[in-house]
């Protein structure tokens, strides 16, 4: 649109050139006119290229802007994977923090247990010590008995001893096993 303005206002420039008579031009006037012509000609043809090639530039700067736009989004998206993501780490961290404070009370319990099992044993060899004695002063059938069924009980506590003693080192391996995930999944 601005070029035809232009265009317009250089020959309402010219017109009043043109309206003097006839006979008073002269050749080099005529020449002068049609070089202003020939000039406003190309001085729109330039304007309209100007205004083709801004066009086409703010077209490519939309397509830019929806390219963009669309990056952006799908940025958004992963962003928001991204906490999600976080989220659930968050929640697998206080579950896993949760069963290694289970296991830390389940420990403890059969630590105290395994003492008192141990305490339990102790006496159980004092009074078999005790009656061994007693034994080797008097050895009487019944006394022997009883001595045998009393090594007997000693055997399998020291047994069962033995296993929880097993089961509380496996416990405190599973403990130190699981605090080294919970490390690691910290770290990260």
Known sequence: MFPLCLLCGL?????PASTAPVGS?????HEELTLLFHGALQLGQAL????????TRLMEARDN????GRA??????????????????RASLL????????????AEATAQALGEAAQGQQVLRESMQQLEVR??????????QEFEALKARADKQSHIVWALTGHVQRQRREMAAQQHRLRQIQER
């Open 95 to 106: 579950e896993m923090q949760t069963e290694e404070d289970a296991l830390k009370l389940q």
């Open 72 to 89: 952006l989004g799908l940025l958004r998206q992963e962003v928001s994977h991204g906490w999600d993501a976080a989220q659930e780490l």
């Open 65 to 68: 802007l929806g390219l963009y």
């Open 48 to 55: 309209n290229g100007v205004y083709r090639a801004t066009e």
């Open 25 to 29: 031009l002269e050749p080099a006037q």
């Open 11 to 15: 020959l309402t420039m010219a017109w």
């Open 135 to 144: 034994l080797r002063g008097a050895w009487l059938g019944p006394a022997h």
